[in-house]
């Protein structure tokens, strides 16, 4: 059981390029977030899914996309890279617990470091 | 919309030495609140978490945290750290109705541990 696992765990890009970021999570898990973290600034939700084919913006979506067509993955595209989205890139994953509660905890996984040039 | 306040950004205490790390958040219904932390270079692990029950939570590593539903808190503690409790943690906050993918996050607060 490998968890939460995202790479590359570390890319430079050239703005303009644009570049997908793998995450993937063996846990069967319904729901899964991606979040940015900035210097002083904590997590920011960028994209959510709470199933296969289903996604929806979180805070900070402009520039990015999602897609889910699996369970298990759930790619974050870049694209046309700007040198403001050089940030560390957390993917989570969490289980619903069900009859519509959502209780339960996110599990993240190692991260994305990814520089803008 | 909701939002999550830690007081301080970065706190350096001497081995042995108590700590608090306050957290408060915004949001007026009932919430679920969790800390995190990240050691140097480490993924975001969960410390403890509380969702209802006993305001009193115990999580790892000797760590505990109080829910003041009246004062909106839920702030860290530790009687006695150590060296290795050097990382960064973060407080947040999630609305039964927004779902667990939808964490809302403080902006962290760094912890220095001097031998």
């Known amino acids: 059981n490998a968890g939460v696992t995202q790479t590359p765990k570390f890319q430079v890009l050239k703005t303009g390029q644009s570049m997908t970021l793998q995450c993937a999570q063996d846990m069967n898990h319904e729901y899964m977030s991606w979040y940015r973290q900035d210097p002083g600034m904590g997590l920011r939700l960028i994209h959510y899914s709470v199933g296969a084919g289903i996604t929806d913006q979180g805070e900070v979506p402009n520039g990015y996309n999602v897609s889910r067509s699996t369970t298990e993955d759930f790619p974050l595209r870049l694209l046309s890279a700007a040198p403001s989205q050089t940030s560390v890139y957390f993917c989570?994953?969490?289980?619903?617990?069900?009859?519509?509660?959502?209780?339960?905890?996110?599990?993240f996984g190692p991260g994305t470091r990814l520089t803008v040039l | 919309a909701q939002s999550v306040s830690q007081h301080n950004h970065h706190v350096i205490l001497s081995e042995a030495a108590s700590l608090e790390l306050g957290c408060n958040y915004s949001y007026g219904g009932t919430v679920n609140l969790f800390w995190y932390v990240q050691y140097p270079g480490q993924h975001l692990q969960l410390l403890l978490k509380y969702f209802s029950g006993d305001p009193l939570v115990k999580g790892i590593k000797g760590f505990e945290a109080e829910f003041i539903k009246s004062k909106f808190s839920f702030n860290l503690r530790k009687p006695s750290v150590q060296w290795s409790d050097t990382a960064e943690y973060f407080c947040?906050?999630?609305?039964?109705?927004?779902?667990?993918?939808?964490?809302?996050f403080g902006k962290g607060t760094k912890l220095s541990v001097i031998p």
């Open positions: 947040a906050v999630n609305a039964p109705g927004a779902g667990s993918y939808q964490l809302t």
């Open positions: 989570a994953s969490s289980y619903s617990g069900g009859g519509g509660r959502t209780t339960d905890t996110q599990y």
